[in-house]
């Protein structure tokens, strides 16, 4: 994950007593991270992300330019984690219905019966998402926040778990549409998708140059380690993992501090803090512990904080990142001793 700069504050951690250093959770994350790896190279901020937003129920967008292998890693994912898989392309000219499914006519029973669309799947790839209108972006709303599809006031549940992987090109790329606030704080976290080191792009080469198909090389090659009923059962038993008092009132000063910041013209909402609890609670269980520190908190911050944030204009002049300015806020909140 983006690495930020050390907190000049001691953290001291109780070792774990309950939580054994082979819990089925850090068991299976190692797992899975083994099988992924087989056809994945790098990007370890993506992968990580993408697990513990899975095993917290939340939702995951994924901004890079063309080419980085996005489309790849969520299909290996589906593999891995044994889930449905389902994928929609958005262009400009996708409609909702094209999305969710819509009434047909049956010519048989002379009726109308509802078709289900590509979202009735567990993990959902909504490729180029922010290259469709807002009115296809708003179909999804619904869909990611209730887990269900509503047509003609008749409700249509989505298979669980249910993960939306988006994708988006950068803004400043052609043919691109801003997504909404509302949409963008629907998802947990937010991963950027850089270009790879030279030694990490050489072994791309290697292992993507022979003009193999890539479904027989996930159907062969990479093992499922586990399954829809299983990840279930985990997101359940990690949102038990421990969170002191002193950590819930450290998140939530990072939150609220994200409001008054001077280079921020809209700070996170409430939603932010809860994709921060649930986070921490999932990547301590993925490290073999019951409870959650403050460096669990700090890994996962900027994923979910930078598509919550929104630069006041002369910011954005002074080509000010985001998360440079997120790694300063954090650098300036104390750390709780736990």
Same mark, same amino acid.
């Given at each position: 994950m983006?690495?930020?700069?050390?907190?000049?504050?001691?953290?001291?951690?109780?070792?774990?007593?309950?939580?054994?250093?082979?819990?089925?959770a850090k068991v299976?994350?190692d797992?899975?991270?083994?099988?992924?790896?087989? %056809?994945?190279v790098?990007?370890?901020?993506?992968?990580?992300?993408?697990?513990?937003s899975?095993?917290?129920?939340?939702?995951?967008?994924?901004e890079g330019?063309?080419?980085l292998?996005?489309?790849?890693?969520?299909?290996?994912?589906?593999?891995?984690?044994?889930?449905?898989?389902g994928?929609?392309?958005?262009?400009?000219?996708?409609?909702? *219905?094209?999305?969710?499914?819509?009434?047909?006519?049956?010519?048989?029973?002379?009726?109308?019966? =509802?078709?289900?669309?590509?979202?009735?799947?567990?993990?959902?790839?909504a490729?180029?998402?922010?290259?469709?209108? +807002?009115?296809?972006? +708003?179909?999804?709303?619904?869909i990611?926040? $209730?887990?269900?599809?509503?047509?003609?006031?008749?409700?249509?549940?989505?298979?669980k778990?249910f993960?939306?992987?988006?994708t988006q090109?950068p803004?400043? *790329?052609?043919?691109?549409?801003?997504?909404?606030?509302?949409?963008?704080?629907?998802?947990? =976290?937010k991963?950027?998708?850089?270009?790879?080191?030279?030694a $990490?792009?050489?072994?791309?080469?290697?292992l993507?140059?022979r003009?193999?198909?890539?479904?027989d090389?996930?159907e062969?090659?990479?093992?499922?380690?586990t399954?829809?009923?299983?990840?279930?059962?985990?997101?359940?038993?990690? +949102?038990?993992?421990?969170?002191?008092?002193?950590?819930?009132?450290?998140?939530?000063?990072v939150?609220?501090?994200?409001?008054?910041?001077?280079?921020?013209?809209?700070g +996170? *909402?409430?939603?932010?803090?809860?994709?921060?609890?649930?986070?921490?609670?999932?990547?301590?269980?993925?490290?073999g512990r019951? =409870?959650?520190?403050?460096d669990?908190?700090? $890994?996962?911050?900027?994923?979910?904080?930078?598509?919550? %944030?929104?630069?006041?204009?002369e910011?954005e %002049?002074?080509?000010?990142?985001?998360?440079?300015?997120l790694?300063?806020?954090?650098? *300036?909140?104390?750390?709780?001793?736990?």
């Amino acid at each position: 994950m983006s690495e930020i700069p050390p907190v000049e504050t001691n953290i001291h951690s109780t070792p774990p007593i309950a939580s054994p250093a082979d819990s089925k959770a850090k068991v299976l994350y190692d797992a899975a991270l083994t099988e992924i790896r087989k %056809v994945f190279v790098g990007q370890d901020e993506l992968v990580n992300v993408a697990m513990v937003s899975l095993f917290s129920g939340g939702h995951l967008l994924i901004e890079g330019v063309p080419g980085l292998g996005k489309t790849l890693f969520v299909r290996t994912l589906g593999r891995v984690l044994g889930c449905q898989f389902g994928r929609i392309q958005f262009t400009a000219d996708l409609m909702p *219905s094209d999305v969710t499914g819509a009434p047909i006519f049956d010519m048989k029973t002379q009726d109308f019966r =509802f078709r289900a669309g590509p979202v009735f799947t567990q993990l959902l790839l909504a490729d180029e998402i922010n290259r469709s209108p +807002a009115k296809t972006h +708003a179909a999804l709303l619904e869909i990611m926040q $209730e887990r269900r599809v509503t047509i003609d006031g008749v409700s249509h549940t989505v298979p669980k778990p249910f993960l939306v992987l988006a994708t988006q090109n950068p803004l400043e *790329s052609e043919g691109t549409y801003s997504l909404p606030e509302a949409q963008l704080d629907r998802f947990m =976290f937010k991963a950027i998708v850089n270009y790879p080191d030279e030694a $990490e792009e050489a072994r791309v080469l290697d292992l993507h140059s022979r003009q193999i198909d890539f479904g027989d090389i996930l159907e062969k090659e990479v093992s499922q380690v586990t399954t829809g009923q299983t990840i279930l059962e985990l997101i359940e038993s990690n +949102a038990q993992v421990r969170v002191e008092p002193q950590l819930l009132r450290y998140i939530n000063r990072v939150v609220r501090a994200t409001r008054s910041w001077p280079t921020f013209h809209l700070g +996170a *909402s409430p939603r932010a803090g809860i994709a921060l609890v649930q986070g921490a609670r999932t990547l301590a269980a993925f490290k073999g512990r019951d =409870f959650a520190v403050p460096d669990d908190v700090v $890994e996962i911050a900027l994923p979910a904080l930078r598509h919550r %944030v929104i630069l006041n204009a002369e910011a954005e %002049v002074e080509g000010t990142q985001v998360d440079s300015e997120l790694k300063a806020l954090l650098r *300036s909140i104390e750390v709780p001793r736990i």
